[in-house]
């Protein structure tokens, strides 16, 4: 995967977690945790709750 196809998968992960998050109605719990980690043969993206 080249760079230009992780930023657009990257995007496209926020863009959606933002909109989920529009959805909750209590301000304080509009919270979006990313987590990215890179092993020798990994590269691992994850949203936390």
């Given at each position: 995967?080249?760079?230009?196809?992780?930023?657009?998968?990257?995007?496209?992960?926020?863009?959606?977690?933002?909109?989920?998050?529009?959805?909750?109605?209590?301000?304080?719990?509009?919270?979006?945790?990313?987590?990215?980690?890179?092993?020798d043969t990994d590269f691992l993206i994850?949203?936390?709750?």
């Open positions: 995967m080249d760079d230009y196809d992780l930023v657009v998968v990257l995007g496209n992960i926020l863009d959606n977690a933002v909109e989920a998050v529009e959805s909750v109605t209590e301000p304080g719990k509009r919270i979006v945790g990313l987590s990215i980690t890179m092993t994850g949203l936390k709750p």
